[in-house]
């Protein structure tokens, strides 16, 4: 059996060699990080693209961008093109305006969707919400 003999460490290069290394991860994360900003940036001109796209189609198009909690209620914001108000003043839902046209559109959606859950739960003998 043989032994080996260490040498002491020098702690002057394992310093070095340890900034070395955390340079490196450093450049690494800001190099990453910059990619995805790039990409990030690159998706938000796609989706605009499209976004422009969609507006000027015939199709009815309507987007929920988000909605908030308030004091009042719900908030929600809403994206259209002209298509989809042509669409609800078609199927019979008036207003003053486009903003009102949807309005009304989003309360009987709401509507609907209550009157759906509604209906389900009282169709449900063991439903544990009568």
């Known amino acids: 059996m043989t032994t080996r003999k260490t040498k002491p460490v020098d702690p002057e290069l394992v310093n070095a060699v340890r900034e070395q290394v955390l340079e490196e991860l450093k450049s690494e994360q800001q190099r990453k990080h910059q990619e995805a900003l790039v ?3 690159r998706n938000k001109k796609a989706r605009t693209r499209y976004i422009n796209e969609i507006k000027k189609s015939s ?3 309507v987007d929920v961008i988000g909605f908030t909690e308030t004091n009042s209620g719900v908030r929600v914001e809403l994206d259209w093109n002209d298509a989809f108000v042509i669409y609800l003043k078609e199927n019979g839902v008036t207003g003053a305006d486009d903003e009102q046209i949807i309005q009304k559109w989003v309360a009987l959606l709401l509507r609907d969707i209550a009157d759906r859950m509604e209906e389900r739960m009282s169709d449900s003998a063991d439903s544990r919400y009568e």
Do not use: D, V
Request: proline letters at 17%.
């Open 59 to 61: 199709e009815p198009w």
């Open 39 to 41: 990409e990030l940036e």
